[in-house]
């Protein structure tokens, strides 16, 4: 009876350990776009001059507290299954924040896909937890998003956080 359990428990600790390794295996020959500055418009939702005020900014702010921001908007994430894996992959990738104090915040959305995540690095959780990235993202940005004004939900939104690492 005792073998027989035992062998049971090691049959379920393989399947898990199958289970857990099928669900963070990363898309394979896939390559994320190149960073072309603080603010890469892949959806061309903003205006270039746009661009300019939100990379002033993030520009000014990382003169200010060497904290990097880049946001990022999409089409899709595929071939991956969920825009919180993608954009944890897409900021370590592009190297957001300083290697030895991961200070980087990654804002990434899609009007396509309507979603959007604010990805912080480890360095800065202690000042942006995930409550109030939600927060920055239910109270500020999505009502300016409703009303099609993405660059203001973003400036905004941009504005919230920097208040809460600086």
Avoid: C
Wanted: no cysteine; charged share 30%.
């Amino acid at each position: 009876m005792k073998k027989g359990t035992l062998l049971i428990l090691i049959f379920l600790s393989l399947i898990q350990i199958g289970f857990s390794q099928t669900m963070t295996e990363k898309p394979t020959n896939f390559k994320f776009p190149d960073k072309n500055g603080f603010v890469n418009d892949f959806e061309n939702i903003f205006t270039s001059d746009q661009i300019l005020e939100l990379n002033q900014i993030i520009k000014k702010h990382e003169k200010e507290t060497s904290n990097e921001i880049a946001v990022v908007t999409i089409m899709t994430y595929a071939p991956y299954d969920n825009l919180f894996d993608y954009s944890l992959d897409l900021g370590n990738y592009w190297g957001i924040g300083k290697k030895n104090k991961n200070n980087g915040v990654l804002i990434v959305f899609g009007k396509q896909i309507r979603e959007i995540r604010i990805q912080v690095g480890y360095g800065l959780e202690k000042k942006l937890k995930d409550g109030e990235a939600k927060k920055i993202i239910d109270d500020v940005i999505i009502p300016e998003f409703k009303k099609g004004d993405y660059f203001s939900g973003i400036k905004k939104g941009l504005y919230e956080i920097i208040k809460e690492i600086k």
